[in-house]
């Protein structure tokens, strides 16, 4: 176990260096490892129990270098997906930080939901009634976003809120309005302002509905 002084230490430099290990960690192998990392320890005991398991499917097959990066990438797949579960989990209050964090621009964005950019901007201001907004709505930016349907409800309950440019204590918040008016504002074709607003409220935002 080589020293990884003045840094500390990253995860994929402690899984290359644990694989290096001339066959799979004993239990007080991986224990003094866990010791030495405790950070990853749920990592290393993963990374242990594939390879283990590795060994004993197929004996008599020399471990090859592939062999050893699937096992670290099952790891690391993992860990990203505790990172990703620990996103979603973070309240929603910046919608273009959430578009950009899922991987869209604007435009493609604009394209995944079906809107035009005066909508984008009114949702991202919220200046749309919650308890008018439609499920197939609040149903396809969740997808996008990858986040749970009542993150985005909750997103939308906040109030309205001014451009960052025009923000001033004085000045009070922009009225809302049914998303029918964004709709038929947009520049949306008359076939796509027809399908919008044809689709039902959504029932979790019926609530807001006086708020």
């Known amino acids: 176990m080589t020293a990884m002084p003045n840094r500390k230490p990253d995860l994929d430099d402690v899984l290359d260096e644990f694989a290096a290990l001339a066959s799979p960690p004993d239990a007080a192998t991986l224990r003094a490892w866990k010791e030495a990392y405790p950070q990853f320890a749920r990592e290393l005991s993963d990374f242990a129990s594939d390879w283990i398991a590795m060994d004993v499917a197929a004996p008599r097959r020399t471990i090859r270098a592939e062999d050893v ?27 273009p930080t959430a578009i950009r964090a899922a991987g869209h621009d604007f435009e493609s964005f604009e394209r ?4 035009d950019r005066s909508m984008l901007d009114s949702l991202i201001m919220r200046l ?16 996008a976003l990858n986040r749970p349907l009542d993150a985005l409800r909750d997103f939308f309950r906040l109030g309205p809120q001014l451009a960052g440019a025009h923000k ?7 009225a809302q309005v049914d998303f029918a ?23 979790g935002l019926q609530d807001s509905l006086h708020g």
Not at 69 to 95: F, H, K, W, Y
Not at 128 to 143: G, N, Q, S
Not at 182 to 188: E, K, M, N, T
């Open 69 to 95: 990066n699937r096992v670290v990438n099952r790891t690391m797949s993992r860990v990203q997906t505790m990172l990703d579960d620990t996103a979603r989990a973070e309240p929603l209050t910046d919608l």
């Open 112 to 115: 995944a939901i079906g809107i």
């Open 128 to 143: 749309a009634k919650p308890a008018t907004l439609p499920a197939l709505l609040i149903r396809l930016v969740a997808e």
């Open 168 to 174: 001033s204590r004085t000045r009070p918040a922009p």
């Open 181 to 203: 008016m964004l709709v038929r504002h947009s520049q949306l074709s008359k076939p796509e302002q027809d399908r919008w607003l044809s689709e039902p409220p959504d029932p």
